[in-house]
């Protein structure tokens, strides 16, 4: 699929418009999906798993119907202007090109293999299992393969451990450092700019970060502002607390060991631009 890429902001609109397809077919058999359906689906998905962005809900989902078609593996029943609403909304339905939709169905696997390399190629770790289960597929088609067949970037299996020892082995946000039998346990190798995005494994663009934090942080939850400070997205919402825990890191420095460098500015504002949601807390 052709997507817009400049300077690193992401665009899973198309993805995410062919996994809810995905979703249809091994569903019912079919991935026809009317633009009314769509509008509220697509534009919910693109609001939790998209970048931060203005346009509106039904114009962001119009974006993806219309100009998937370009790509030669989705159709509309009518022709319509690109990124026309109104004109969607006379009753417009899409689905995949005749011969992939046919080979989709004669081949069951095959959908488990696009959805598995979609989500891949797209989002993070942390990020693909909520994206699977938000169009209607089993997350567990993550665990069904070897990963994205087209991806070249490869990571070091020494990585994470050099991460994690230049962060003295504990959540940068939080000071978990949690072990077991001397080795740290739910601690991850969180990059800022997502690896899937071009970011670096460079221990500017990296954070050591206990589990819960790292999706946190991902998801779009909690960020960094100018000064390296924690912040808490007006989003974040908890009841208990346990889960009200999470605000108390709003407004919390970074204290990086002596020698580790510091996140870098361009990769801040990266997470910042495209994954943080929502407006900060109040300080």
Request: glycine fraction near 8%; aromatic fraction near 6%.
């Amino acid at each position: 699929m052709r997507q817009h890429q400049q300077d690193g902001r992401r665009s899973p609109h198309k993805p995410l418009l062919v996994l809810l397809a995905l979703s249809r077919l091994a569903a019912s058999g079919s991935s026809e999906l009317p633009w009314d359906v769509a509008e509220q689906e697509l534009a919910d998905l693109l609001e939790e798993f998209g970048r931060p962005s203005r346009t509106g809900r039904a114009q962001s989902a119009a974006y993806p119907f219309t100009r998937l078609r370009s790509d030669g593996v989705w159709t509309l029943d009518r022709d319509v202007p690109m990124d026309k609403v109104s004109t969607l909304r006379a009753g417009v339905t899409g689905r995949f090109e005749e011969s992939l939709e046919a080979a989709l169905r004669s081949r069951p696997a095959l959908v488990g293999d696009v959805a598995r390399g979609l989500v891949e190629a797209h989002f993070p770790a942390t990020v693909a299992p909520d994206v699977l289960i938000a169009v209607g597929l089993n997350p567990e088609l993550l665990h069904g393969g070897a990963g994205d067949p087209v991806a070249e970037r490869k990571r070091s299996s020494t990585w994470p451990t050099q991460v994690l020892e230049a962060w003295d082995r504990q959540c940068a946000f939080c000071g978990f450092d949690g072990q077991v039998g001397g080795m740290p346990v739910a601690l991850k190798a969180a990059h800022i700019r997502w690896f899937t995005v071009d970011g670096p494994d460079e221990l500017d663009n990296v954070l050591a970060l206990c589990s819960l934090h790292h999706k946190l942080f991902d998801r779009g939850v909690l960020g960094l502002d100018d000064e390296l400070t924690v912040v808490v997205s007006q989003r974040f919402s908890a009841r208990t607390p346990h889960g009200q825990a999470v605000y108390d890191l709003h407004g919390r420095r970074l204290r990086p060991r002596p020698g580790t460098p510091t996140p870098a500015e361009r990769h801040v504002v990266w997470h910042r631009e495209q994954v943080f949601h929502g407006s900060p807390l109040a300080a």
